[in-house]
């Protein structure tokens, strides 16, 4: 595996990752940061590592790491087994999530052009998903989104005080949303130049494809799978051991 603690040299690199994992992920709980909790004994983390360097088109991950762990997240990714072909860097995060992926961007060395974003919390996103979404960026989308279609109706409600009715102020039509996952991959430079302008317009978006709408760029949805969920409460992770599980059962993993 390659050196964890300096970045990688030269420009043949075209694709990497960046992975924000600075979060404290409150809703499972107290404990240690919700990307280093263990998942069928590995830290979530590890896992997503592990879903994007399985794509051969990664040739670099970023990890972004809490202020104050750093060390431990280098020291989880030289512990753990990890392709060869693959480099890997740690940099400390900021404040915020947008901030934690501007410093992961800044950690970039020439040569990347294709730059995926990818929650720590999804763990076990299909390699066939991440190189989807590679291949709509090589074939000249600057923004991509994995996502499902949604099987329950949503309701747009006027928010109320917790606990309190909520009057229903519309029902959008089904057939046009959809439910969107990572990694999202971009053009490098579109989205560090949404990085730029959203963040010093103050308008914040809830994800990076939403900084790039609001460039005025286009961004284009490809398939998601229901593997790539996001674990964010303790149900999440019973659901993702009995995913695990099946690998093993299915596939050997």
């Known amino acids: 595996m390659s050196d964890v603690s300096r970045p990688p040299t030269g420009g ?44 051969r088109a ?18 989880l990714l030289a512990s753990h087994a990890l392709p060869e072909r693959t480099d890997f860097l740690v940099v400390t995060g900021g404040d915020t999530r947008q ?25 076990l996103v299909p390699v066939d998903t991440v190189d989807g979404v590679i291949e709509a ?28 009715p909520e009057p229903v102020v519309a029902t959008p039509e089904r057939a046009r949303l959809r439910a969107v996952q990572t990694p999202q991959g971009f053009d490098r430079d579109t989205l560090v130049r ?4 959203v963040a010093l317009s103050g308008e914040g978006a809830t994800d990076d494809a939403g900084m790039v709408e609001q460039l005025g760029e286009p961004v284009v949805v490809v398939p998601g799978h229901e593997e790539a969920f996001k674990v964010t409460r303790p149900l999440d992770l019973v659901l993702a051991e009995a995913v695990l599980a099946r690998r093993r059962a299915n596939d050997g993993f």
């Open 12 to 55: 043949k690199s075209r694709t990497a990752v960046v992975i924000p994992a600075a979060g404290r992920g409150v809703r499972l709980g107290p404990g240690a940061p919700k990307a280093l909790r263990a998942l069928n004994g590995t830290p979530m983390l590890i896992h997503a590592v592990r879903a994007m360097a399985a794509s």
């Open 137 to 164: 960026v090589r074939a000249g989308a600057p923004a991509v989104v994995p996502a499902l279609p949604l099987a329950d109706t949503v309701k747009q409600v006027e928010p109320r005080a917790k606990g309190e």
């Open 99 to 123: 901030e934690s992926v501007k410093l992961g961007l800044d950690a970039l060395p020439p040569g990347i052009d294709i730059v995926l974003v990818h929650d720590a919390a999804r763990p």
């Open 58 to 75: 990664v040739s670099l991950v970023v990890v972004v790491a809490p202020p104050d762990g750093a060390a431990e997240v280098k020291s």
């Open 194 to 197: 949404a990085h730029e302008t």
